[in-house]
């Protein structure tokens, strides 16, 4: 294991949300639309309809507000945990970008002068 990866399993979230506020946009797979769409009970068609934008010709992601947040997050934070996407479930321990150590509350704690 890296150091970094034996670093990541003390990684605990300080629910800051700022993840959920970044300029990237959040990918689903057809299993995320799936649940999703369970979640709401909506159709998989009427679900994207409602919540999603696509990216190119084929990549379904979430719809954004205009100040960067996902359509998604409230006050309080995700509003779909149960059923949030596989690329919010993986942040930061599977992926994350040199900037999340910036903005992350939960990685800063780990990496405090990163
Ligand atoms: S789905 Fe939930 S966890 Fe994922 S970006 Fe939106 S608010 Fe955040
Ligand atoms: S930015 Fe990091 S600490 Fe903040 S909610 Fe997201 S994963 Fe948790």
Do not use: I
Not at 73 to 98: I, M, Y
């Amino acid at each position: 294991m890296s150091a970094t990866a034996f670093k990541l399993e003390a990684f605990e979230c300080q629910r800051c949300n700022r993840c959920c506020q970044q300029p990237g946009r959040v990918a689903l797979t057809d299993e995320d639309v799936d649940r999703l769409a369970d979640f709401f009970g909506l159709t998989p068609y009427a679900f994207t309809e409602d919540y999603c934008d696509l990216q190119g010709r084929h990549r379904l992601v979430l719809k954004k507000r205009e100040d960067e947040s996902c359509v998604f997050l409230a006050v309080n934070g995700c509003t779909v945990h149960s059923a949030k996407p596989q690329q919010c479930l993986d942040f930061p321990k599977k992926w994350r970008t040199e900037k999340s150590y910036s903005y992350c509350e939960g990685l800063k704690r780990l990496w405090p002068k990163a």
